[in-house]
C-alpha cells in the first residue's frame, strides 16, 4: 500500500542524511510528505503511540529516508509526532492534563478570532453560517454524529476564513490536530452533540448580528465546556 508519493531515488537522495543539503526538490518532496503523514495521523490511520518506522514510511510513501526524516521532525514541532534518540518515532500521546490546557489555549484563541469574524462577516457568508447551523441540527435530530463532528469542524474553519487573523488561525489549526481523536471522541459522548448544538446556534447569531463581545462570549462559553466534556471522556474510558 502506498499513500500516493511516487518518486525516483536520485543518487543524492542515497547520500547519508548528514551529508545532504535541503535542495529546493528536497523541500518540496518532504513538505508533501509531511502532509501526507500528518493526514494519515489526522484521519487515524495512525494510532495514539503507534511506532512509525522509517523503513516501511520510505516504501509506502515512495522517498528517500532523509526526506522521510525531516517530514517527521516538522511533524514533531507540530506536537503530532515525538522522535527519541535511538528509539525512532511514534504518534505522540496527549494526556487529559495536556489535552486541558491545549483546549484553554484554544478559548482564548477562539474567542478573538469569532470578534474578529463578528467585525468582518458579509451577508453571503452568514447565509453560509446559517445553513451549517442547520445542517448540525438536522445531523442531530437524526443521530448522525460522524456527520455533526465534521460539521462542527466545518462551522469553525468557516469562522477562522471569515476572520482572517492567520496567526491564530495556524495555532488553532495545530492544536486541534494535536487532539483530533478526542475531539471525535466527543461527538460520540452521550448527550454531547444536544449540548454543543445551541452553543454553536449561539455563536452563529452573534456573528450574523455583528456582535464582537457577545461572539467571543459565546465561544469562549463554548470551548469551555469542552474542558469539562474532556473530563467526562477520562472518566468513562474514551479519551
Wanted: proline letters at 3%; hydrophobic letters at 45%; charged letters at 30%.
Amino acid at each position: 500500500m502506498t499513500f500516493g508519493l511516487p518518486t525516483a531515488l536520485t543518487a543524492r537522495e542515497k547520500m547519508p542524511a548528514e551529508k545532504q543539503e535541503m535542495s529546493p526538490q528536497s523541500a518540496r518532496e518532504s513538505a508533501t510528505a509531511r502532509d501526507v503523514l500528518r493526514a494519515a495521523i489526522l484521519d487515524g490511520a495512525y494510532l495514539p503511540g503507534e511506532r512509525l518506522v522509517e523503513a516501511s514510511l520510505c516504501e509506502r510513501l515512495g522517498v528517500s529516508r532523509f526526506i522521510v526524516r525531516t517530514a517527521l521532525q516538522d511533524l514533531a514541532a507540530e506536537g503530532l509526532v515525538e522522535v527519541q534518540r535511538n528509539k525512532g518515532a511514534h504518534v505522540r500521546k496527549i494526556s487529559l492534563a495536556e489535552a486541558v490546557e491545549i483546549t484553554e489555549v484554544r478559548m482564548v484563541l477562539e474567542g478573538l478570532v469569532a470578534a474578529k469574524a463578528a467585525a468582518r462577516v458579509t451577508e453571503d457568508q452568514a447565509i453560509e453560517l446559517d445553513e451549517i447551523g442547520l445542517l448540525m441540527r438536522r445531523a442531530v435530530t437524526a443521530g448522525e454524529f460522524r456527520r455533526y463532528s465534521d460539521l462542527n469542524q466545518r462551522l469553525h474553519a468557516l469562522i477562522r476564513a471569515i476572520a482572517g487573523h492567520r496567526t491564530a488561525d495556524t495555532l488553532i489549526e495545530t492544536m486541534r490536530g494535536q487532539l483530533v481523536r478526542r475531539q471525535f471522541a466527543l461527538s460520540l459522548l452521550p448527550g454531547r452533540p444536544a449540548i454543543s448544538l445551541p452553543q454553536h446556534e449561539r455563536i452563529i447569531e452573534a456573528i450574523r448580528a455583528r456582535d464582537a463581545a457577545e461572539a467571543e462570549l459565546a465561544m469562549r462559553e463554548h470551548i469551555a465546556s469542552v474542558i469539562e466534556a474532556l473530563h467526562n471522556l477520562d472518566e468513562i474510558g474514551l479519551a
